[in-house]
């Protein structure tokens, strides 16, 4: 019993040396992430008309007609955002890349609620977009984005939103993952770092860090990292890599630290990366 309570006391005190030793700490912080799409170099974009993909999923003509005019409005979206663009001139013609667009699905479907005492409409818009070299006529990229809108249970059918009232407000969603594919954008992240309060050459990578210096806090990071081996420069190095929108360093660092400590952190950091890689595309 005394052996038993002895071992007690000795993981106590490990647990609060380790806890005074290491604290996660977390800041709010938004970076600019590169675009998604290499252009190139180019300096002016347009974007040509969208159309209703000739074997897209409709709900009947309604749903083409309606299909038509989302296709429509995505374009004035992008057309109006790319206007204010300090990345790219938007030009009607003869610009060095085009966007172009279908949209591949518009379903609409109304069904009973689970207690069956109502009525639900949801609608569902998939569009399949190209960006193109003008000039040599080499697609960059063709990706598509989906998104949905459900509306609330009514008693009676005749009462349901219209299909594109529902959806509409959502469609300026799709022309964002189609910019960020064309322009840098703002990423707002929650970031954990590991701060070592025993450690003064972490202090000072923190201190960076906390004073918004992420290059240099990152940098620290790293050479400590390679000077030292410890994970949690390392772990931080791969953060702040995130951060500033470099996402693929990111990934071959915590990858190393996986593979190194099998430390769940690392692939932690692993799996939030590669969801921001694809999250644009799937919203």
Known sequence: MRRLSAVLILVSILCLLSSCATINSSK????????????????????MPFTVDSKAQLSGQTGAAEAQTAADYIRECLIAELEKSKNLKYKTSGADVAISGRITKYIVETEKTGTGSGFIRSVVAAVEYDIQNT??????????TSISAESKAYAA?????????LIEPKLPRIS??????????????????IKVKRNRAMRRAYKLFAEGRYSDSMQSYLEIYKNTNLFEAGYN???????????????????????????????????????????VKTE
């Open 176 to 193: 964002t993952v189609i910019l960020q594919d064309v322009q840098p954008y703002t990423i707002v992240n929650r970031i954990s770092l």
């Open 237 to 279: 190095a791969a953060r702040l890599m995130q951060i500033k929108g470099d996402l693929e360093s990111a990934k071959r660092l915590s990858t190393e630290l996986f593979t190194k400590f099998k430390d769940t952190r690392a692939a932690n950091v692993l799996h939030e990366i590669e969801n921001q890689q694809k999250f």
């Open 135 to 144: 000039k040599s006529s080499t697609i960059l990229a063709k990706n598509n």
């Open 28 to 47: 709010t912080v938004s970076g600019v992430h590169p675009a998604n799409v290499d252009l190139n170099g180019a300096k002016t974009i347009t974007v």
């Open 157 to 165: 059918a005749k009462r349901l939103p219209a299909a594109y009232t």
